[in-house]
């Protein structure tokens, strides 16, 4: 199965997403800070057959708008809201990978009710990190501009999967390999992030909720363990041998865990 595009425009923001067509329970996917809806693609394809499957460009990322003024988390949040009704998703499982993980808890914790369950991949609360903008824009700073090759792209981004994960959000263009997304945009996306926590978000999520780790991940063990003490229904889970791009390097493991979610909630709540 393949996937077609479809725009969700919200003031003025133009939204892309991978839609993998199929049926039954809809899954959304977000992806982190930089990163792209094609990171998504192994575990959409695995999905895709038995539920209806959208991965979406967040604003300022991959083939939606590159520059948009807002940048807050809220803005984001609202995308979500936007995408599921511009393209007609009921209660899906929303999933997301670290600050997509981030944007996706917010949604859940903002409006109750409208998603079925939530799954955070390598994300929780945490903050606030004062120093998280300059890491951040210290990292992308390394980036070559352009890469000169894809190759050349897939070694400095982590070889392997990962490495062919990030690469794929590169485009060709005047002899080099080019990012989709400007660093001011990806640093401002960070701000609130970096002077605040979102515990209060997190206590306010009430759909079931799984959160999947890397075995060397970046979330440290204090965060889940709080993450636990506030809502101790949650489930946890490390996925051994991953660090923080779980969904690029064990997109199987991944892809049978959201199965078995999927089951879960299908089977435990009606439509």
């Known amino acids: ?3 077609s595009e479809r725009t969700v425009e919200r003031d003025g923001v133009r939204l892309s997403c991978r839609d993998w067509g199929g049926s039954g329970t809809p899954v959304v996917l977000l992806h982190g800070l930089a990163g792209h809806a094609g990171e998504w693609d192994a575990v959409a394809r695995d999905l895709s057959p038995r539920h209806r499957v959208v991965a979406v460009d967040q604003r300022g990322h991959g083939a939606s708008e590159r520059r948009p003024r807002n940048v807050s988390r809220s803005a984001y949040v609202a995308d979500v809201v936007a995408v599921l009704e511009g393209l007609g ?3 899906p499982v929303l ?4 600050l ?3 944007t996706a808890m ?3 914790a903002a409006h109750p009710g409208l998603f079925r369950a939530l799954v955070l991949v390598e994300a929780g609360p945490g903050g606030p990190n004062p120093n998280v903008q300059a890491e951040i824009g210290g990292w992308l700073d390394a980036w070559p501009r352009p890469f000169p090759s894809r190759e050349a792209a897939v070694e400095f981004l982590g070889g392997g999967p990962v490495g062919e994960g990030w690469a794929a959000g590169l485009v060709e263009r005047d002899g080099g390999w080019w990012p ?3 660093r001011d945009v990806m ?4 701000a609130e992030n970096a002077r605040r926590s979102f515990w209060d978000e997190w206590s306010k999520v009430a759909c079931p909720t799984l959160a999947v780790l890397g075995q060397v991940g970046i979330i440290p063990p204090e965060e889940i363990g709080e993450m636990l003490r506030r809502r101790p229904e949650t489930v946890a889970l490390s996925v051994p041998g991953t660090g923080h791009d779980v969904h690029l390097e064990r997109p199987d493991v991944l892809g049978h865990v959201l199965r078995e979610v999927l089951g879960g909630v299908t089977t435990s709540r009606t439509a």
């Not at 999933?95 to 670290?98: F, P």
């Not at 640093?187 to 960070?190: A, R």
């Open 1 to 3: 199965m393949t996937w």
């Open 180 to 182: 989709r997304f400007d």
């Open 187 to 190: 640093v401002g996306s960070l």
């Open 106 to 108: 917010l949604a859940a």
């Open 100 to 102: 997509g993980g981030h």
């Open 89 to 91: 998703l009921r209660r």
């Open 95 to 98: 999933v997301g990978q670290s």
